[in-house]
């Protein structure tokens, strides 16, 4: 079945650590995504890809860093910079960027100790 | 004030009802709209989207004003299941159309 695979489904980081979040999908989208949802609120855009190599920043991108290397991985970076990192991690997939509805993983959840 | 705007709720109505929520946004240079339903600590999934005729898919029913820049969401004959929250998001014409911008959410409550 396609899908959008993201691990691991929970993440604790220390402090100063850098860590990656993995995005794998078999759905053949061209434009994959990484929202940051922190409790009762709505999606913020991280970063943005519309196709491989190239990739854009979203609304939120300080202290987070993005690949795309394959057009089916889309991995995520949370660097020691980012200094409020606890959050559900979600990514998203979609055909292009314009007119089509978003496939999203079942999301990390971050947790700094 | 936010791009897109969600009167977050919590919405509480008895099984049966019929519910409808809204989302203003302000960049009219907007094309696309979806709604999408969340359930507590899970993923979205997308709901449907919103045409300007509007378009209706069983109980649900999605406008779209563009004059007034709202999208609406209509639930009709409440379901148990359908508490959720109800995201919109909004994705800009062009060169910045990866750019999409979520609502923070309305909060449905059915109750028996």
């Known amino acids: 079945d396609g899908g959008i695979t993201q691990s691991p489904k929970y993440l604790f980081r220390k402090e100063g650590q850098n860590v990656t979040l993995s995005c794998e999908q078999n759905?053949?989208?061209?434009?994959m995504y990484w929202y940051r949802q922190d409790p009762g609120q709505g999606l913020r855009l991280i970063y943005y890809?519309?196709?491989?190599?190239?990739?854009q920043k979203g609304d939120i991108a300080e202290g987070y860093s993005v690949s795309r290397e394959k057009k089916e991985s889309f991995p995520l970076t949370v660097t020691s910079a980012q200094k409020n990192p606890t959050a559900f991690y979600l990514c998203?997939?979609?055909?292009?960027?314009?007119?089509?509805?978003?496939?999203f993983g079942s999301g990390t959840r971050l947790t700094v100790v | 004030r936010k791009e897109v705007e969600q009167d977050p709720g919590p919405f509480n109505v008895p099984e049966g009802a019929t519910v409808a929520f809204n989302c203003t946004y302000s960049?009219?240079?907007?094309?696309?709209f979806f709604w999408y339903r969340q359930d507590c600590r899970k993923e979205p999934k997308l709901l449907m989207s919103?045409?300007?005729s509007g378009n209706e898919d069983g109980r649900f029913t999605a406008q779209l004003n563009r004059a007034s820049q709202y999208i609406s969401l209509l639930i009709r004959d409440s379901k148990l299941s359908d508490s959720a929250t109800y995201l919109c998001?909004?994705?800009?014409?062009?060169?910045?159309?990866?750019?999409?911008?979520f609502g923070d959410g309305t909060t449905l409550t059915v109750k028996p």
């Open positions: 919103v045409y300007s």
């Open positions: 890809s519309q196709i491989v190599n190239d990739f």
């Open positions: 759905l053949n989208h061209d434009a």
């Open positions: 960049n009219s240079a907007s094309q696309s």
């Open positions: 998001v909004v994705i800009p014409f062009g060169t910045n159309a990866g750019k999409s911008t």
């Open positions: 998203a997939s979609s055909m292009g960027t314009q007119n089509y509805g978003y496939t």
